[in-house]
């Protein structure tokens, strides 16, 4: 009795997932690179390298700090972080056309 409930949530999950996948898949490429590659991994993760960096240079002086964040080094770092998310972002997308492509092949059996 636990087994099949346990079977039937597990695919409920699946469905849920396949559904989200292909809502992503739906939005396009460009979309996909953008929003969760750049924005989402390299951007953020730029931000936090940057606080994290001046954290540990200057100390808790939050002037220093604030000071690091709107240098011209930072906005170098925030590209090569972007950069980095553009790839990301790229990698993950193969990634989701394969899964959308395992997905229809299931459905099609």
């Known amino acids: 009795m636990k087994d099949n409930k346990k079977q039937k949530t597990k695919e409920k999950y699946a469905i849920q997932r396949n559904k989200n996948l292909e809502e992503l898949y739906n939005r396009g490429k460009v979309n996909y690179i953008i929003r969760h590659g750049v924005l989402s991994w390299g951007v953020s993760t730029g931000i936090i390298f940057i606080l994290l960096t001046g ?3 200057h100390g808790f ?3 220093e700090v ?3 964040v709107l240098s011209s080094n930072a906005l170098f770092v925030l590209g090569i972080f972007a950069v980095g998310g553009f ?4 990698i993950m997308w193969k990634w989701l056309t394969k899964e959308i492509e395992k997905n229809k092949t299931r459905k099609k059996q």
């Open 61 to 63: 002086s939050f002037k």
């Open 87 to 90: 790839i990301w972002g790229s």
């Open 55 to 57: 954290l540990f240079q």
């Open 66 to 68: 604030l000071w690091g």
